[in-house]
């Protein structure tokens, strides 16, 4: 009987020691303040697509400057390589080719930045959204397609000449190719990013 007794008590003193689990809630109260469960991943995915978005509106400003910079260089290069004899540029039809390309590459890029400059600083875009990206498509494309080309033109010959010579004339020539790929470089960039933009627009 005694023993009966003990074992009672340790039961009740065990159940005592023990207070039973209470059931947790499927759920965490809203308190304005918490971030848990992905919220803090959320916001961080927000602010990412912002800026994003930020640096997408403004990289056509920017590319299209760096265009026109580098156009205008070569156009300068080529359009002053003139040292008599042989070595004048409007005796090879690739460098004349190369001169034009490059000064419809700097006018192009020139007008096209100062339409996003206007842009950005608030003013009237003078071509609507839509039409503005397909511009910036099919005329970026375009004009890196035709810096290509006057390249492709003029490397070879450029290569022959120094190969067999190095001088003012050559280094001029070589000097204008490099700014004309830097150009060539910076439009197809923007040709990007305005296909990246084109294929985003929505026609709703």
Same mark, same amino acid.
């Given at each position: 009987?005694?023993?009966?007794?003990?074992?009672?008590?340790?039961?009740?003193?065990?159940?005592?020691?023990?207070? *039973?689990?209470?059931?947790?809630?499927?759920?965490?109260?809203?308190?304005?303040?918490?971030?848990?469960?992905?919220?803090?991943?959320?916001?961080?995915?927000?602010?990412?697509?912002?800026?994003?978005?930020?640096?997408?509106?403004?990289?056509?400003?920017?590319?299209? *400057?760096?265009?026109?910079?580098?156009?205008?260089?070569?156009?300068?290069?080529?359009?002053?390589?003139?040292?008599?004899?042989?070595?004048?540029?409007?005796?090879?039809?690739?460098?004349?080719?190369?001169?034009?390309?490059?000064?419809? *590459?700097?006018?192009?890029?020139?007008?096209?930045? *100062?339409?996003?400059?206007?842009?950005?600083?608030?003013?009237?875009?003078?071509?609507?959204?839509?039409?503005?990206?397909?511009?910036?498509?099919?005329?970026?494309?375009?004009?890196?397609?035709?810096?290509?080309?006057?390249?492709?033109?003029?490397?070879?010959?450029?290569?022959?000449?120094?190969?067999?010579?190095?001088?003012?004339?050559?280094?001029?020539?070589?000097?204008?190719?490099?700014?004309?790929?830097?150009?060539?470089?910076?439009?197809?960039?923007?040709?990007?990013?305005?296909?990246?933009?084109?294929?985003?627009?929505?026609?709703?």
């Amino acid at each position: 009987m005694a023993m009966v007794t003990t074992d009672a008590a340790g039961a009740a003193a065990t159940a005592i020691e023990k207070p *039973a689990d209470t059931e947790k809630p499927d759920y965490v109260p809203y308190n304005g303040n918490s971030t848990a469960d992905g919220g803090g991943g959320v916001v961080d995915s927000v602010v990412a697509r912002w800026r994003r978005e930020d640096m997408l509106d403004k990289s056509p400003l920017a590319l299209h *400057a760096a265009a026109a910079a580098f156009a205008f260089v070569a156009l300068v290069l080529v359009a002053s390589n003139q040292h008599g004899d042989w070595m004048q540029f409007d005796r090879y039809q690739e460098y004349k080719y190369l001169l034009a390309i490059a000064a419809l *590459a700097f006018l192009y890029s020139l007008a096209q930045a *100062a339409r996003h400059a206007l842009r950005m600083r608030g003013g009237v875009d003078p071509v609507s959204a839509p039409s503005g990206r397909l511009l910036d498509f099919v005329g970026d494309q375009a004009v890196a397609y035709l810096l290509m080309s006057a390249l492709s033109a003029a490397v070879p010959i450029t290569n022959r000449m120094r190969s067999a010579v190095v001088n003012n004339f050559t280094d001029a020539t070589a000097a204008a190719i490099s700014m004309a790929f830097f150009a060539f470089v910076a439009l197809a960039l923007s040709a990007v990013v305005s296909g990246y933009k084109l294929s985003k627009q929505t026609y709703m």
